[in-house]
């Protein structure tokens, strides 16, 4: 059985202000059967830890090394030192503004580790590539290249999140999740044996408190990964309670 979780990407957006809509969110009954993540920018991490009750707080990236000449760089070991427990790693932002690639992800997805953080590691296609007919390869490819072959579901969370729909409103049709969740998953079995089912698959890109409950009707959908909605409290309280319910 897994964990249902609910991921929020607050990107970088988020003064100490915003800090009250974590704390309207931990302020609600923890949910029975789901798990909550809010990855907040790195300067409000440790505040947040001191507020956030059991809801998780984790990083947006993280240097593969673990220390030295990499400036305005942040370590895994730095972030469990303030405190997060995950950080999100490859997410398609780092990928096309920072030149990120599979290797590159693989090697922070391992830093994390190495720090006791879960990695959530993110993949998904472009428009053109969905248009070209290569969301399946490419998927396959970035699995195999973004994730290091001692992953596990305990250290492993795998985000798809098709790069099209990512803070544009524009949501695939649970078809196309469904195909994409359940590709994932028979890849991660092929790949990891019975340790394949045990990995949670979050579906990311405009999820909304009014999409939230058919996409979390989809098999192989054991979560969000949350953008835009997660900013607010209300949302992406939503949100939690409509994978709780799912
Ligand atoms: C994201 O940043 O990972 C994301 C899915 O954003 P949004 O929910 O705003 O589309």
């Not at 590159?104 to 053109?128: F, P, Q, R």
Request: charged share 20%; hydrophobic share 45%.
């Amino acid at each position: 059985m897994r964990r249902k979780l609910a991921a929020g990407n607050w990107k970088m957006n988020g003064l100490g202000a915003d800090l009250a809509e974590l704390e309207r969110l931990a302020a609600a009954p923890a949910p029975a059967q789901t798990g909550r993540l809010i990855c907040p920018p790195a300067t409000l991490i440790s505040r947040a830890t001191l507020i956030a009750g059991d809801i998780a707080i984790g990083g947006q990236d993280c240097h593969a090394a673990q220390s030295g000449a990499h400036t305005g760089d942040i370590s895994a070991e730095m972030l469990a030192d303030c405190g997060a427990s995950a950080v999100i790693v490859g997410h398609s932002e780092r990928r096309a503004d920072h030149g990120e690639t599979d290797a590159t992800i693989a090697a922070k997805a391992k830093a994390a580790w190495d720090e006791g953080l879960l990695a959530v590691i993110c993949i998904g296609e472009s428009l053109a590539q969905r248009d070209a007919g290569e969301t399946l390869d490419l998927i396959a490819a970035q699995l195999a290249g973004s994730l290091p072959d001692n992953a596990t579901g305990a250290n492993t969370v795998v985000a798809y999140e098709p790069i099209w729909a990512i803070g544009t409103g524009l949501v695939p049709t649970l078809e196309q999740i469904a195909q994409a969740h359940d590709f994932i998953r028979e890849t991660l079995t092929a790949r990891f044996g019975g340790e394949g089912h045990a990995f949670r698959l979050l579906y990311g890109g405009s999820v909304k408190p009014d999409n939230a409950a058919d996409i979390f009707s989809v098999a192989n959908v054991d979560g969000a990964l949350v953008g835009g909605a997660s900013l607010k409290a209300d949302d992406f309280q939503a949100i939690i309670d409509a994978l709780d319910a799912a």
